[in-house]
């Protein structure tokens, strides 16, 4: 069965090579074309933090990170810390499964001002015992139309906003679509009319290609 990944690079190669070992054929085209963008670092002596909520972020925040590398980084999932010890952080602790419980995490051990370093367009973090400052390093820009035989495959959505844009460019073609998402609000952003919609058991790359076999299978 195929799968189309819609996740921007280099995220839809990996997901790529997890569904072909679960026996699955990958259609990669990303929705969103990821780039750096120009930004001015504030001075690190002000936090004590640095969280990560997407891979994008220490792959596209350049030299100007440097100096954030010493503070205690929390990463959203195994492959944003992997992303994040790439660019060099050494203190890190991989948060569970969105923003909302990372900075609930970094509360927990007792940090007060933290840096996010984000997209152009992201979720605000906020907790009452963290002041977080929201840096975008990086943009995905949308493409303007659905790839060719987007109907003939299981539809893979790694986020909300892959999901909104997805929804927004399919139009007509709903009722002939069968979506995974990721996550209940990956689901809810795409909205109701498709084929099917089923969501992972956990918002996890590896939990969303072992529903897309199991959807496949059946």
């Not at 979720?123 to 943009?139: C, G, K, Q, S």
Request: net charge neutral.
């Amino acid at each position: 069965m195929k799968v189309l990944i819609l996740r921007p690079q280099p995220g839809a190669d990996q997901t790529a090579a997890r569904a072909r070992a679960l026996g699955l054929e990958p259609l990669v085209s990303p929705l969103f074309a990821v780039r750096p963008l120009v930004w001015t670092p504030p001075d690190p002596a002000a936090f004590d933090a640095v969280l990560l909520t997407s891979a994008n972020a220490p792959r596209h925040g350049g030299g100007a990170m440097t100096p954030f590398l010493g503070l205690l980084c929390y990463a959203v999932g195994e492959s944003t810390a992997e992303a994040a010890r790439a660019a060099g952080f050494t203190g890190l602790r991989a948060g569970p499964s969105d923003g909302a419980a990372l900075i609930a995490l970094a509360a927990a051990d007792g940090m007060t001002s933290a840096v996010h370093f984000c997209g152009r367009e992201h979720v605000a973090l906020r907790h009452p015992a963290v002041t977080v400052t929201a840096i975008a390093v990086y943009a995905a820009d949308p493409i303007a139309r659905l790839p060719e035989g987007t109907g003939e495959a299981l539809v893979l959505l790694h986020s909300p906003r892959a999901a909104a844009l997805f929804a927004r460019l399919a139009g007509g073609q709903r009722e002939t679509i069968r979506i995974a998402a990721i996550s209940p609000q990956t689901a809810d952003a795409a909205g109701e009319g498709w084929a099917s919609v089923d969501v992972a058991a956990e918002p996890r790359d590896h939990a969303l290609l072992a529903l897309a076999a199991k959807l496949c299978q059946s």
